[in-house]
Nanobody, 126 residues
């Protein structure tokens, strides 16, 4: 399995913005659907964004819809999560995950994803 490495986490004030990235060395990145998941302190990990292999399909839960945006650059083997209007409840460890899926949609459920990064901490606090 290829390695996924998240970066870009940090501490931002409420209402601020942040972009986290997830890079992989695999040359087959373009055949993977990608997801971003978040684990808040004391809570289950939840899916917060996903993108299909060709970027034609994206999905978000209501909790982040309109504030978060997922994108990918298949030439750079990287997926991004841009977060605006951050709230304290967005605090958590952010993980990226990969699912081999040449075409079609993507999932906000953990089950289809077989490859995970180690996570990057995002803290929203004044």
């Amino acid at each position: 399995q290829s390695q996924l490495v998240e970066s870009g986490g940090g501490t931002v004030p409420p209402g601020g913005s942040l972009r986290v990235s997830c890079a992989t060395s695999t040359s087959s990145f373009k055949f993977y659907a990608m997801g971003w998941f978040r684990q808040a302190p004391g809570k289950e990990r939840e899916g917060i964004a996903c993108i299909s292999s060709d970027s034609n399909y994206k999905n978000y839960p209501d909790s982040v819809k309109g504030r978060f945006s997922i994108s990918r650059d298949n030439a750079r083997n990287t997926v991004y999560l841009h977060m605006d209007s951050l709230k304290p409840e967005d605090t958590g460890i952010y993980f990226c995950a990969a699912q081999w899926k040449v075409s079609g949609t993507c999932s906000l459920s953990e089950a289809p994803y077989g490859n995970w990064g180690q996570g990057t901490q995002v803290t929203v606090a004044s």
